[in-house]
């Protein structure tokens, strides 16, 4: 598996996440066996909550643990300020059909999210026709919509500001 970025951020982030997982098993563990001593399985909800929850855990604890040896983890406070679009790098682009102008940040895929901090992971499709670029420089991505085109308005690394 190839070396996955994130910020130190985002990395603090995934390990509380893991902790928390962790302190929960045993309290999932717990309803499970109190829904046990109610009787008839088939037809226990919280039996069946509790089943479904401890899924959930164990799934998403496996995962976290699977990807953290290749977190790559970059302190986006000490990156060099470069013309060149990177991890980390704060970008302004121009839709150019319609003029509306987008503003994105470059973060790992298990840290992105847009509606929350107005991050792209650099693996999507816009982060990856990103990478390498520069200010002034054209892009164009495959969307649902069609074939997007987009001008390079900006690129700055405003590091934890962003």
Do not use: W
């Amino acid at each position: 598996m190839e070396r996955i970025p994130i910020s130190t951020q985002g990395f603090d982030m995934i390990k509380a996440e893991l902790e928390e997982l962790k302190k929960e098993r045993p309290l999932v563990i717990k309803a499970i066996a109190e829904a046990r001593e109610e009787g008839d399985l088939k037809e226990n909800a919280g039996y069946h909550a509790a089943r479904e929850r401890q899924g959930f855990l164990e799934g998403r604890i496996n995962l976290l643990q699977s990807r953290m040896p290749y977190f790559n983890v970059v302190d986006l406070d000490n990156l060099e300020p470069d013309e060149i679009i990177g991890f980390g790098a704060t970008v302004v682009l121009e839709d150019m059909d319609t003029g509306d102008t987008k503003k994105y940040t470059l973060l790992g895929p298990d840290e992105a999210d847009y509606s929350r901090n107005g991050s792209i992971s650099v693996l999507s499709p816009v982060g990856q026709a990103l990478l390498g670029k520069e200010e002034g420089d054209d892009i164009a991505v495959d969307s649902p919509r069609g074939r997007i085109e987009y001008e390079i308005m900006s690129v700055e690394y405003l590091g934890t500001k962003f």
